[in-house]
T-cell receptor
Framework: EAGVAQSPRYKIIEKRQSVAFWCNPI?????LYWYQQILGQGPKLLIQ????????DSQLPKDRFSAERLKGVDSTLKIQPAKLEDSAVYLC?????????????FGSGTQLSVL | SQQGEEDPQALSIQEGENATMNCSYK?????LQWYRQNSGRGLVHLIL?????REKHSGRLRVTLDTSKKSSSLLITASRAADTASYFC????????????FGKGTKLTVNP
């Protein structure tokens, strides 16, 4: 079974530039998550989708972050413009939430450095 | 905000010893999960314990849950160098949006 795919693996940009991350969840997983993990901390949920609808985006900085999940499969997370404090690993995860199986499957993440 | 708090923040042991990590949380939960993260990688699910369960085993892992104290512990028996990683607890708050909230993690080092 293929896992959660994320790209790119690494990205270096200058502040005020824009950047986009892509995620392809495990086939059949209706729930998709984007987490931000700052060095030394645990992952923080940015946005949670159920199919192509948003379940929770309470911690998404909506003035600069946006995310979409067209057709309820792939998802993209965009930052525009980036700030120094956005340097982090961006993790995508998917799950079968609502089926009784609540565990999350994570991708390897995108490590973003904002200079 | 982070729901779970792991303790200790860092733990260093010798191969063959047992490692115990603790997690405390603030609100009532549906379930509590433990994840492992190797350096530079994504998180891997280890075990899930529901609020009506008190103990669960999976291989060398033993998880306990005390809902009256709002705490959980993860025990890794007979540790190996390959167990070196960060371990996170994550909680799914009851009555919430079913989002999973992670703690800050315990960094475990197993010395050969």
């Amino acid at each position: 079974e293929a896992g959660v795919a994320q790209s790119p693996r690494y990205k270096i940009i200058e502040k005020r530039q824009s950047v986009a991350f892509w995620c392809n969840p495990i086939s059949g997983h209706a729930t998709l998550y984007w987490y931000q993990q700052i060095l030394g901390q645990g992952p923080k949920l940015l946005i949670q989708f159920q199919n192509n609808g948003v379940v929770d985006d309470s911690q998404l900085p909506k003035d600069r972050f946006s995310a979409e999940r067209l057709k309820g499969v792939d998802s993209t997370l965009k930052i525009q413009p980036a700030k120094l404090e956005d340097s982090a690993v961006y993790l995508c995860a998917s799950s079968l939430l609502g089926t009784g199986d609540e565990k999350l499957f994570f991708g390897s993440g995108t490590q973003l450095s904002v200079l | 905000s982070q729901q779970g708090e792991e303790d200790p923040q860092a733990l260093s042991i010798q191969e063959g010893e047992n490692a115990t990590m603790n997690c405390s949380y603030k609100t009532s939960i549906n379930n509590l999960q433990w994840y492992r993260q190797n350096s530079g990688r994504g998180l891997v699910h280890l075990i899930l314990i529901r609020s009506n369960e008190r103990e669960k085993h999976s291989g060398r892992l033993r998880v306990t849950l005390d809902t009256s104290k709002k705490s959980s512990s993860l025990l890794i028996t007979a540790s190996r160098a390959a167990d070196t990683a960060s371990y996170f607890c994550a909680t799914d708050a009851r009555g919430g949006s079913e989002k999973l909230v992670f703690g800050k993690g315990t960094k475990l080092t197993v010395n050969p």
